[in-house]
Structure formats: structure tokens, C-alpha cells
């Protein structure tokens, strides 16, 4: 008999306290103090790990699109730009960003804090490039002095136009690939390259070129006018 | 002068139901349905079938005002549900009424059919009804999934999907029957038309004719009284006995009887009136297409246990499952009355049969129950939350990463696991590239099978080719540790792809 009261007392006492441990946990989570001290690049990095990192990469690098944690790409794209992609995504590519595809759905203001939490923690002192970014501000490109660009700067590494075989780092001018890549998705991975993957950006180094020649912005609409062409040659 | 005008009236209504009456036989018709004598103790047990049959009469008239504003074809239905919801007056209400009458008929008819079975009120003369009685819960489940179809939304495509992947599986004759179920190969606008027939004209009639049948089979048979332990049926007395008891004991069916179902009735009414007045219409639930879950996908509840089930079947079996169960689960229904039709009918004295029911009710709601809050149901933000491990992307072609692109962005991660992290739904795709060929994988994202859905023509041919090229580099063994730049042993060609992968998706 007074071995059972004392087991449900014993009951009754962890319960109490397990409350008031809750409880505790409680107040302090919705302590305005708390909520206050989170910096902004946390939460932005909190909301990329949940809404980019899949496809950008743990950490903006090593992922499958591009990597976004490189300060001379933040900088030169700049905030205005990465404000419109993050709210709309990629047209015509598989980026949702926080658009309607997403599960985000980030208001305007919600959008810039993360904008300004990524530049702040991985743009520090990025420098812009000389040459546009977008493809909407560079020249138009003419395939055929492209054609000559490739096989000058890029052929060593991705093979002859349409070669089927094993080539250093894969085909670029698979037509599928191209079906899958905006243009500028392709006049990013040229400016930018893909630095985690060996992908040498505009200013090299490219084989079989002095080491200081870079491609110019024209060079590079023509590259990808280029590339572009060889898959409708293909069909 | 009032008493006159009074009188006149009474005679005058006299008058027409006499005239009336002599040319239709209607009274006569109707006055043994309402007076036929019913068992004194039938009382409370014997409300659900009656509010069975009350809840589909909600459902006709719903549905007929429904059909009236609804569009059955693919581009619109989505839209005309809306325009319902939103700009027709109350036409939520409509909506909201049909769905939860719809549940609420399920209910009724399962309760009803575990009271006649824990009764054994099967038993001779009754077995008819019985199988009738079975037949029409087929039709309910029927109307509820072809009714779930009509929402035309993100559940409506995965139910479909998953039940063509079950037709698919039949020997020989799979395809053409999904075929026939689908109006083609792929969801499309013949799907559509091809269920709201069924929905709006076959099930419907064929139910109300079923329904008739068992009212008819009820009057021939009366009701029977409540089980009584050591009171045995036996067919040949049985016939005998019953109608002199009911001489004896019985009430009218009108008013005694139907007054507890009335209430009952009037009572569930309610019910399901306040539910759809607070929770509203059911979906839809985003435009169906795979590649944006937005929503968590899932059947309605009547078929949540089916789902679970194939969810937790190990896939070896699950085909021979699949063709052998139903009907083996068809044939025990429909033939119960004939293996037991006499003898004692308290449960009390039937261990066997309340634990068989027991046994089957809690089989039936723990996967109903699981499927509610499944682990394998899928992971909805791991496509944006989980990066695709860095070592399945080593040394991989730009097509192949564009494939780990399509990978997330098509949400297959949702449902399968990459290197420990994602959906439990569907097998991990760690060493997918070893189990199946380039051929077996085509078919899989496009055809679907087991729980997963078709992908068909959500996919383009370059998003196909690029995520099978990228699941064929998924080996353990194979994963290749070149670095770039430098080595790339191995890149996949293009031309692997079977041209018809492009012809067919291009289409």
C-alpha cells in the first residue's frame, strides 16, 4: 500500500516537474530577447539550407546548379538581380527560387532579407566583374566566330562539337544538356565557371591560350551562340 | 360556412388521391412498405441502413445540381470547381454537402454491414440480401473513388495513377486494361470523360437498381429480430416461426419503427450539415501534375489502408498480392451467407466470427491509421532542403548533373532516399543504376508502378534522358573517384537513350 503511494507520488513529481520544465522552455523560446538576438545571415541561412540547398549545394558550393557562395559572382550579378531570381526563379530553368513552384512563397520584404543575409555572409568584398552578367546587357553573339572560340578554349576539355565519346569533363553540346540550360545559365558557367568542379571562368586558365587572355563578353555571346546552334544542326 | 369549405377541401383531396390512386396503384404499392410489421426489438441497431439510404439520396440531389455546373473535361474541370467554390452562391455549401454526405455514407454502410454480420442476420432466409447488400458496398466505394476523381487535382491524378499501375500488372492483359481504365496510355482528358460516366451515369444507376432489390428483398423477408443466444436458425421451421413471432410481437414499421431512424437520420443531418458548413469542400487540391506536390498527396480515407498496404508490402510479392487478393476478399464477402446460413446467431455464441471481425476492423484501421501518419508518405520540402550528396556528383557530365537537377526539381526525392536522406515512400536510388538498365528506368519515370506515380509527359524526353543518365552512374561499386579535371573515365553517350524514349515523350 504505501509502496504504491509512493511510486505515484514518485509519478506525480516528474510530471511536475517535466511541466515545469516545458513550461520554461517554453517562455524562453517566446522571450522577445531571444528572437532579437538571431543575426540576419542566420536566418537567411536557415532559409537557404531549407529552400536552396538542395540544389545550390550545403553551404552555396559542391551542389548540382551553381554555387552561390562565391563573392565575385554575388557582386557582380548584384543585389537587384539576385533579388529578381530569388522571388521568381529561373524562367525556362529549374530554379523555383521563393516563386509560387517553391514551398516558400517569401514576401518582397522577406526576399530582401535573405538577399542581404547571402550577401552579407558570402559576399564580403566580392568584386564585380568588368563584363555584364546578364545575358540581357551583353552583345549579341554570332555562332560561327563562336564556333572558332570553342575549339580554341574549350574543346580540350569538352571535346569536338556533338563527339560522342569520353571527353575530359562531358559533352556541352549534348543536345539535351542544351535543351535543359537557359542561356543564361550557360554565359554564367563561361563568365564564372564552376570552380569546385575544375570549370575555369572568363579569365582562364584555358589550355593552348597565354595565360593572361581572357574571353571577352562578345567571345562569350558567341560561345553560347555556338552552342545553341549545334543542337538545332542536330535536328 | 368554415366547417363547409373544410369539408369541401377533405372531399376534394379524397377525390384526387382516389383518381389518382385507381390509376397508379400507388397507395396500394406504398402502404405494405410503410405498414409491413417490424420485430418490437428492433430498435436503435437498425438505424444505419436506413441513414445508408437517406445520405445517397443527399448525394443524388447534390450531385445532380453539381453536375449541372461542372465541366468533365481535363482544361476545365479544375477551374469550374472554383468557379463552384467561389462565385456561385452556396455553391460550396453544395460541394461541402456532397463530399462529407459521401464520407459520412461510407461510414453508415460499413457500421450497418458490422451490425448484420456481428447479428449473423445473413443468415437463411436472407443471404440475398446479404450479397445484394455487398454489391451495393462495392458501388459506394466505387461512387467514392470515381467521385474523387472529378476534383481532377493532385490526389485525383495519384489515386489514378497508382490504381493503373495495379491494372497494369495483370498478365498479358495489363496494358490494354489500363488502356480501357485510362482512355490511353497516359492521365489525360479521356480519363476525365471516361470516370464521370462512370461516376454520373453507371454507378448511380446501377446502385439505385441494387437498392431497390434490397428494399424488395426486405419485404419479403422482414427484418430480423435481435440475435438471442441458444435461438438457432433453421431453414426449415425458420420461414414458419419468424412470421408468427412477428404476428404476434411486431410493430408497423410507420410510425414505431421509423421513428428511431427519423431521429437518427434528423440527428446525422446535422452532423454532417455542420461539418460542411466548418470544414467545407474537399480540394481540390493543386492542378494535377507530378512534378509541383504541393499539397500531401494522398487517397481519400476509404482507401488510405490500401495505400498503406502497398506501401509496406515488400515489392516481391506485392503483384502476386495485388492479382490474388481481391478477389479471394470478393469471393469470402459475397459467399458468407452460403458457408454459414444457420445456427446460432448471438455473438456471444460465435467466438470465431467476432474475432475474426475484430481482427479485420483493427487490421483496417491500423493502416488506415498509418497511412494518416506515415513516415512513407513523402518528405514534401526534401527537393528544396536536402542537397543531392556530394559524392553522386563527382565526375558527373553537365548532363548528367542537369539529371540531379531534374532529380530534385521533379520531386522524386519526396519519396526516395538519396545517401540516407529523403522520402521513405518508394526504395532508396543509392545503387539504382546497378538493379536496372537504362530501358527499365525509362519505363519506370514515365509508366510509373507500385506507389509511383506516371510520370508520362510531365517529364520533357531531354528531362528523361537526363535523370536516367544520372541514375545509371548510381552504383556502390562504380562511383567513380576521378576528380575533374583530368579523368572522366566514363561518360555515358547520348546515344544510349533508346530513340523511342524521345519519339514517345516528344509526342
Redesign the interface.
Known amino acids: 500500500m504505501s509502496t504504491a503511494f509512493k511510486n505515484i507520488a514518485s509519478l506525480l513529481g516528474v510530471i511536475v516537474v517535466a511541466t515545469c520544465l516545458q513550461a520554461c522552455g517554453k517562455i524562453s523560446a517566446t522571450d522577445p530577447d531571444d528572437t532579437v538576438v538571431v543575426s540576419l545571415p542566420q536566418a537567411a541561412m536557415a532559409n537557404y539550407a531549407e529552400n536552396c540547398s538542395a540544389c545550390h549545394g550545403a553551404n552555396g558550393v559542391n551542389g548540382a546548379a551553381r554555387q552561390l557562395a562565391d563573392a565575385n559572382y554575388l557582386a557582380s550579378v548584384g543585389r537587384e538581380s539576385l533579388i529578381n531570381i530569388t522571388t521568381n526563379g529561373v524562367p525556362g530553368g529549374f530554379c523555383p527560387g521563393s516563386g509560387p513552384a517553391s514551398l516558400a512563397h517569401w514576401n518582397p520584404k522577406q526576399v530582401a532579407d535573405f538577399v542581404d543575409g547571402l550577401l552579407d555572409a558570402w559576399g564580403k568584398n566580392g568584386v564585380a566583374l568588368s563584363i555584364p552578367w546578364s545575358v540581357k546587357l551583353s552583345p549579341a553573339g554570332n555562332a560561327s566566330s563562336g564556333q572558332a572560340v570553342y575549339a580554341a578554349a574549350c574543346q580540350s576539355c569538352h571535346g569536338a562539337p556533338n563527339f560522342k565519346g569520353v571527353t575530359a569533363a562531358g559533352s556541352v553540346t549534348d543536345p539535351n544538356y542544351l535543351r535543359l540550360i537557359t542561356d543564361q545559365g550557360l554565359r554564367s558557367a563561361i563568365l564564372f565557371g564552376r570552380p569546385e568542379r575544375g570549370m575555369p571562368g572568363w579569365s582562364g586558365p584555358f589550355p593552348h591560350q597565354a595565360a593572361d587572355r581572357k574571353l571577352s563578353s562578345q567571345e562569350i555571346s558567341d560561345v553560347v551562340a555556338f552552342l545553341r546552334s549545334t543542337a538545332s544542326q542536330k535536328q | 360556412m368554415f366547417r363547409n369549405i373544410k369539408m369541401v377541401g377533405t372531399k376534394m383531396i379524397g377525390g384526387l388521391l382516389g383518381w389518382t390512386e385507381s390509376r397508379s396503384g400507388a397507395i396500394g404499392f406504398v402502404q405494405p412498405i410503410l405498414m409491413h410489421r417490424v420485430p418490437r426489438d428492433a430498435k436503435w441497431w437498425y438505424v444505419f441502413g436506413s441513414a445508408s439510404l437517406m445520405f445517397f439520396s443527399i448525394q443524388v440531389v447534390t450531385g445532380i445540381l453539381l453536375a449541372t455546373m461542372y465541366a468533365p473535361s481535363a482544361a476545365e474541370a479544375y477551374s469550374s470547381l472554383q468557379y463552384i467554390d467561389q462565385q456561385v452562391p452556396f455553391g460550396w455549401m453544395l460541394r461541402a454537402l456532397h463530399a462529407w454526405s459521401s464520407n459520412a455514407m461510407i461510414l453508415m454502410v460499413v457500421i450497418h454491414m458490422s451490425q448484420v454480420f456481428l447479428h449473423a442476420s445473413f443468415k437463411f432466409p436472407r443471404e440475398l440480401m446479404w450479397m445484394v447488400g455487398v454489391l451495393l458496398l462495392f458501388c459506394t466505394l466505387a461512387l467514392a473513388f470515381t467521385g474523387q476523381i472529378m476534383r481532377w487535382d493532385q490526389d485525383a491524378y495519384w489515386g489514378l495513377g497508382i490504381g493503373a499501375a495495379i491494372v497494369d500488372r495483370v498478365p498479358m492483359l495489363g496494358n490494354q486494361m489500363r488502356n480501357v481504365m485510362l482512355g490511353g496510355p497516359y492521365i489525360g482528358g479521356a480519363t476525365l470523360s471516361r470516370f464521370f460516366a462512370l461516376h454520373v451515369f453507371v454507378l448511380p444507376g446501377l446502385t439505385i437498381a441494387l437498392i431497390g432489390a434490397h428494399m424488395a428483398l426486405i419485404l419479403k423477408n422482414g427484418i430480423s429480430e435481435m440475435p438471442k443466444p441458444g435461438m438457432v436458425v433453421d431453414p426449415k421451421t425458420y420461414v414458419v416461426e419468424y412470421e408468427e413471432r412477428i404476428k404476434k410481437n411486431g410493430v408497423p414499421f410507420m410510425p414505431d419503427a421509423a421513428q428511431h431512424d427519423m431521429v437518427f437520420c434528423g440527428l446525422m443531418l446535422i452532423i454532417v450539415g455542420v461539418l460542411a458548413a466548418y470544414l467545407g469542400p474537399v480540394g481540390p487540391n493543386g492542378i494535377p501534375n507530378p512534378t509541383?506536390i504541393?499539397a500531401n498527396p494522398r487517397p481519400d480515407y476509404a482507401f488510405l489502408w490500401i495505400f498503406t498496404a502497398m506501401a509496406l508490402m515488400p515489392p516481391q510479392i506485392e503483384t502476386a498480392v495485388l492479382l490474388i487478393a481481391p478477389p479471394i476478399v470478393v469471393m469470402l464477402l459475397l459467399g458468407l451467407p452460403l458457408i454459414s446460413n444457420r445456427g446460432e446467431r448471438a455473438p456471444s455464441r460465435r467466438p470465431g466470427a467476432v474475432l475474426a471481425y475484430v481482427l479485420i476492423a483493427t487490421a483496417l484501421g491500423t493502416l488506415t491509421w498509418l497511412g494518416v501518419v506515415s513516415a512513407w508518405s513523402p518528405v514534401?520540402?526534401?527537393?528544396?532542403?536536402?542537397?543531392?550528396p556530394?559524392k553522386y556528383?563527382v565526375g558527373?557530365?553537365?548532363?548528367?548533373?542537369?539529371g540531379?537537377?531534374?532529380m530534385?526539381?521533379s520531386q522524386c526525392?519526396n519519396c526516395h532516399s538519396l545517401g540516407g536522406e529523403g522520402g521513405l515512400r518508394g526504395p532508396n536510388l543509392d545503387n539504382v543504376g546497378s538493379r536496372k538498365s537504362w530501358d527499365q528506368l525509362v519505363r519506370q519515370v514515365q509508366q510509373g508502378g507500385g506507389n509511383m506515380p506516371a510520370y508520362g509527359k510531365n517529364l520533357?524526353?531531354?528531362?528523361t534522358?537526363?535523370v536516367v543518365a544520372f541514375m545509371t552512374t548510381l552504383r556502390n561499386a562504380g562511383a567513380p573517384e576521378s576528380?575533374?579535371?583530368?579523368?572522366?573515365?566514363?561518360?555515358s553517350?547520348?546515344?544510349q537513350?533508346p530513340t523511342s524514349v524521345a519519339s514517345e515523350a516528344g509526342k
Open positions: 509541383i504541393d514534401m520540402d526534401a527537393w528544396t532542403s536536402l542537397p543531392t556530394v556528383l558527373r557530365t553537365p548532363l548528367e548533373m542537369q540531379a537537377l531534374v530534385q526539381h526525392r520533357s524526353s531531354a528531362e534522358t537526363a576528380t575533374i579535371p583530368g579523368a572522366m573515365e566514363r561518360q553517350s547520348p546515344d537513350a
